[in-house]
């Protein structure tokens, strides 16, 4: 008998990916989405669509009851009200998998753990509102209401992807690094681009967020990033070789910068200290990561393929042209 997944979201980037994960392991599969973003799978006759708004409790109980899902993926859920209101509406699924975020964080432990480094906490406003300042502890307050429901016996489990990368990626937050590859012989980075924001393929998240479905434990809550993490340099040079090409990567100081009026954080990727996760947890259920070379080469070539460049997501080139010279200067 073939296994049944609902996934909240579908058509766009995680969900995309979970959805052709599942498929692949021989799942039939109905999304739930609002149906704005265009659907990959509508000549897939292994995928079924559901329309609807997904902070709409009688549209979910609809998905529900047209899905009849085993498991049911929630790629989308923003605010811990959604939370609490799936894990009342598919109860009885053998699993609720929600997607929350390395964001849920809110300790600089290197590297962070599910069971040992302390969750934002989140106030009554936090939880409905949409600030990106409110996004972190959202997503705490959203396992928290996972671990709650696994009490009352519900199989719900939650997956913390770090910074998601790979083909679809609507952010374009690492396409704008591989445009600066892509088009020019010498690119930029802030200080000696040594910074570790601990990032995750979007096959990977695919992966584990089927994996913990089939194999996690209720209540529990498992990291998701590459097990072999490279600087932002290293992520440069991997883009090179992914697209055939070379790059040469220019270190900047402070003065470098500011002569450009560029702070460091305005580059994507950058952050000034280690964000690192542990992924042991995950790794334990049998779970594996793409080999970067691999996952950057895949990300960067669909990132040209589909025109993606990322260029509203830091510094124009006129200002990386002015820290270029100010690095000639000294």
Known sequence: MTDTALVVGGTRFVGRHTVSELLDHDYRVTTFTRGESGNPFADDDRVDSVHGDRTDREALETARDAADPDVVIDTCAYHPGDVETATDVF???????????????????????????????????????????????????????????????????????????????????????????????????????????????????????????????AGEWYNVADRDTFSLSRSLELVADGLNTDVSIVQTGPADLAAAGVEPTDFPLYTPDPALAATEKLAALGWESTDPAEAVATTAQAHREHGRDGVENGPDREAEEKIIDAVRDD
């Open 91 to 217: 109860a009885a699924a053998d699993a609720y998998v929600y997607v929350s975020s390395g964001s849920a964080y809110d300790a600089p432990d290197v590297p962070m753990r599910e069971d040992g480094t302390a969750l934002h906490d989140c106030t009554p406003e936090q939880a409905t509102d949409d600030d990106v300042e409110s996004y972190g502890p959202r997503k705490a307050e959203g396992d928290r209401v996972v671990a709650r429901a696994a009490e009352d016996g519900v199989t719900a489990m939650a997956v913390r992807p770090m910074l998601v990368y790979g083909p679809h990626d609507y952010t374009e937050r690492f396409a704008y690094w591989t445009d600066r590859v892509a088009e020019y012989d010498e690119v930029a980075v802030p200080f000696d681009g040594g910074s570790l924001l601990h990032r995750v393929y979007v096959e990977d998240v695919a992966s584990a967020l089927r994996i913990v479905a089939e194999r996690g434990e």
